[in-house]
Structures are given as structure tokens and as C-alpha cells.
């Protein structure tokens, strides 16, 4: 949690989002946004623990206040330290009621979120969750009324629904220019010199690689072992090095992966979320499950293929960037079986990853290379 002692109010908008990563990159279209509505105010971000330095430390953020699931502490700590600051936007990307309550003790001038029957004492301003929108479009549409830019490009957009559909061999369309994540993500100096140092310490082809991302944090999203091994290896002959990425609590299923793969490297818990994201920066192409691997390439502008099993486009958590597609059965009956995807698969037998064969990914992957 980031403790402050502000000598006086400081004046910043507020987005609280405090779902995992992946759902927090999706956010940083109205991040970008609300910047650009009030430069002259700072941005806070209520989110998750050991995501907001991230986004500091690229500049995409100035204040960020970290909470723990299911720890009632970190939640009033945030609370209070909010009270040293004036707020004008409160935006809740939750309509959760404990985010709810959060939102409920935070005074602020505005308070946005998406309309719940329940929600209409605490948020004085509340937006129609269109369910047809993908999500960073979707959260988009909290702020659309606040900018007549915002609500040109919404009437502009008659047909939300082809960015949830594929089109020809899985590729899906590029996000409008005015909600491209990758206009966030800095080709600084510092970046490039992060590169620079992971390169040489961990000895990468420069430019040269593929990132397979084999975890998940749901057990149904990941693709099967075998699939990732059967790729990597043929990616491999194809003259490009592998390297598996992914968490600490990835680390036994990523060394596996690459102990199948000749010269691939495991940097499953090894490199922090920057590095990552600046690694993957580099990288040829990312292939991850529907998970935050796809979110992280699209974020920083690298051609992604998603592999989805339980979870399906219409929802609107695809990889939001120019170059994704997503790889899937489409004529299984049981899918989608629920929108975040179940620990273990609920008809026991999880055909959604098993049936999917690498030679449908890798057909996937060498059109978008
Ligand atoms: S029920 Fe179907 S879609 Fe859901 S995890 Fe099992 S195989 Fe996959």
C-alpha cells in the first residue's frame, strides 16, 4: 500500500479498478482519457496489490493506493488516506458492493459507475453497461458523456459488435485509433534500456524471440501442456528462440514447458512487471490463454494469439490491440460455461483446451508473424 503525507489537498481524479491485471490494462483507454480531460489534475488508481508502480513508473498514473482482496484493513487504509485529497472524478470500473461501499466513504465532487438498481444513492452520475461493447470500450462509456470528442466517437460507433468478432483466419479488427491502449505504453529510453540489460542477462537473440505464456490464474483458461510444447518446437525449427513467461506460482508448469523446447528459457517469476512488458515489447509475438499474457501484448503493440476455452469473444475481454486473433473450437457445445472460466471443468473432461490441436494454433500464429 503507498502511504502519502500531502502538505496540503492535492486536487486528482480517482479510477478505482481493482481486478486482476489483465482487466486493469483493458482500463488504460479511460485512463488516457481522463488525463486528457483534466490535465491539470492529477490521476489516482485504486487497484490491486502490486500493480500501480507499474503504471507510475510509465506515467500513466500519479498516485496509486494498493488494496488486498479480502483484507477489510487495506480497504480502510485507502480510505483515509484518500481524505488527504480533493476529488473531482471518482470512476468505479466495479459495481461490486464492497467497492461500492469504498465508493460510498471517498467524498468526491463526481461519482461515476455503471447503473445497478441498488447503486443510485452513492453515484450521482451512472452509465447502461452496454454489454455489447468490448470492455475497454465499455469502461470508455463511463466518461463518453464528459467529452464531446468521447461522444462523437461513440455515435461513430454503429457497430461495436465487429470488435467482438472474429474475422478471416482469427484475426480480430484493430481498436479505434481514440481507445488504442498502446498509445500509453512509452518506447522511452528507459524502456530500452530495460531491454538492453534483460537481453544480455538472460542471453536473447535480439528481436528474435516468441513468448508462450502457459498459465493462467483460472485452471480451465490454460491450454493444454502438450499444445505449448508442440509449438514451441515447431516455432523453435523455424529459427525463433522461446522463452516462457508467466508467475512465480508458474514457475514448475513454465520449466516444464521449456525443458521440452530445444534452447528456450523459463522467466516464469523471474522478471517484474515491467520487465515483462518490456520484454514482451521486443518480442516477435506473445501466444498466452484468455488471460493477462494477451492483454500485456496488445497493451504494448505486439502481434497476440489468444487461445480461449470456457470464455468466448461476445463477452468483451479480448487482446485489444492492432494486431490479435484468437485461436478456439468453435462448434463445442459447453462453451462459454461461465464468464471468468471454473478451476476445474465442470463436465470433467475440459475438451475446450484438450481437442484444440497445435497445428490450429501454429496455422494462427504464422499469418499473424
Ligand atoms: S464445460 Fe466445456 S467449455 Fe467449460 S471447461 Fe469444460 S470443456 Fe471447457
Not at 488494496?67 to 483515509?80: C, T
Not at 461519482?111 to 470508455?140: G, Q
Not at 509475438?285 to 461476445?314: C, E, Q, R, W, Y
Amino acid at each position: 500500500m503507498k502511504s502519502f503525507t500531502p502538505s496540503k489537498n492535492p486536487s486528482i481524479n480517482l479510477v478505482i479498478q481493482t481486478a486482476f491485471l489483465g482487466d486493469l490494462l483493458l482500463a488504460i483507454p479511460l485512463l488516457i482519457w481522463i488525463k486528457k480531460l483534466n490535465p491539470q489534475l492529477a490521476l489516482g488508481l485504486v487497484c490491486r496489490k502490486g500493480l500501480g508502480s507499474t503504471l507510475k513508473s510509465i506515467g500513466i498514473i500519479d498516485y496509486f493506493w494498493e488494496i488486498q482482496k479480502g483484507n477489510s484493513e487495506s480497504y480502510r487504509i485507502v480510505q483515509s488516506e484518500l481524505k488527504n485529497f480533493e476529488i473531482h472524478f471518482l470512476i468505479s470500473a466495479h459495481t461490486s458492493v464492497r467497492t461500492t461501499l469504498l465508493c460510498a466513504r471517498i467524498k468526491a465532487v463526481k461519482k461515476i459507475s455503471f447503473a445497478k438498481p441498488w447503486n443510485f444513492f452513492i453515484f450521482n452520475h451512472r452509465v447502461d453497461n452496454i454489454k455489447t461493447y468490448p470492455e475497454s470500450i465499455r469502461l470508455l462509456s463511463l466518461i463518453k458523456n464528459e467529452s464531446s470528442e468521447l461522444q462523437e466517437y461513440f455515435s461513430k460507433l454503429n457497430s461495436s459488435e465487429d470488435y467482438i468478432l472474429k474475422q478471416n483466419s482469427g484475426r480480430l479488427m484493430s481498436p479505434p485509433h481514440w481507445a488504442d491502449p498502446v498509445q500509453g505504453w512509452p518506447a522511452s529510453g528507459s524502456i530500452n534500456k530495460t531491454v538492453q540489460e534483460l537481453t544480455l542477462r538472460y542471453k536473447l537473440v535480439e528481436r528474435k524471440w516468441i513468448a508462450l505464456f502457459p498459465g493462467s490464474v483460472w485452471a480451465t483458461k490454460m491450454w493444454k501442456k502438450e499444445g505449448f510444447i508442440e509449438l514451441g518446437q515447431s516455432l523453435q525449427k523455424k529459427g525463433y528462440q522461446i522463452i516462457i513467461m508467466g508467475g512465480s506460482d508458474e514457475k514448475e508448469l513454465g520449466g516444464a514447458v521449456a525443458e521440452a523446447i530445444p534452447e528456450a528459457l523459463s522467466l516464469c517469476g523471474q522478471t517484474t512487471l515491467l520487465e515483462s512488458l518490456a520484454l514482451i515489447s521486443q518480442s516477435q509475438l506473445v501466444v498466452g490463454n484468455d488471460s493477462s499474457s494477451s492483454h500485456m501484448a496488445a497493451f504494448v503493440g505486439v502481434p497476440v494469439v489468444a487461445i480461449f476455452g470456457p470464455t468466448v469473444l461476445k463477452f468483451g475481454y479480448r487482446p485489444w490491440g492492432q494486431n490479435s486473433a484468437v485461436v478456439e473450437l468453435e462448434n463445442l457445445s459447453c462453451r462459454p460455461c461461465g464468464p471468468h472460466g471454473h478451476k476445474k471443468c465442470p463436465l470433467n473432461h475440459h475438451n475446450c483446451m484438450k481437442q484444440l490441436e497445435a497445428r490450429e494454433v501454429l496455422r494462427v500464429v504464422e499469418m499473424m508473424l
